[in-house]
């Protein structure tokens, strides 16, 4: 099954639902319940995981009593999806100034190490794209 809803279209609460699904894996309505930030009621989240099952977002199955839901979506795509609405919502489409961002909150904490990987793969598009 392949994603179908693009995850920036997903309201604030699903997107909510979405994140704790990607960090945890696989999670029941209680464990979602327990998550959330000013948590509507338990019914109200099994309400917003069928949603998301309808809308392809989810999987489920069920374990005894529970459903245990799991993303459908790999963590690679959500992480593109997330980056690109960023990059669009505050950084008007730029990669550039996205990355000018970021390097500019983590100057003081990047090692030189990391500093050097960020090159390499600064050197590899630059391959790619000749």
Sequence with gaps: MKYSEPY???????????DIVFAHEKVT????LEKLPNPP????VRAML????????????????KYVYEAV???????????KNLMATFFDGSPTAAVSALLGMQ?????DDELD???QQINAARQRGE
């Design 8 to 18: 920036n279209q997903l309201s604030r609460r699903e997107r909510q639902i979405m």
């Design 107 to 111: 100057k003081d904490q990047l090692s």
């Design 117 to 119: 990987d960020i090159m």
């Design 73 to 83: 979506m790999d963590t690679s795509e959500a992480k593109q999806s997330a980056l």
């Design 41 to 44: 009621s338990y019914s109200a």
């Design 50 to 65: 069928s949603r998301l099952v309808k809308k392809s977002c989810l999987t489920y199955s069920q374990e005894g009593a």
């Design 29 to 32: 309505a209680q464990q979602v």
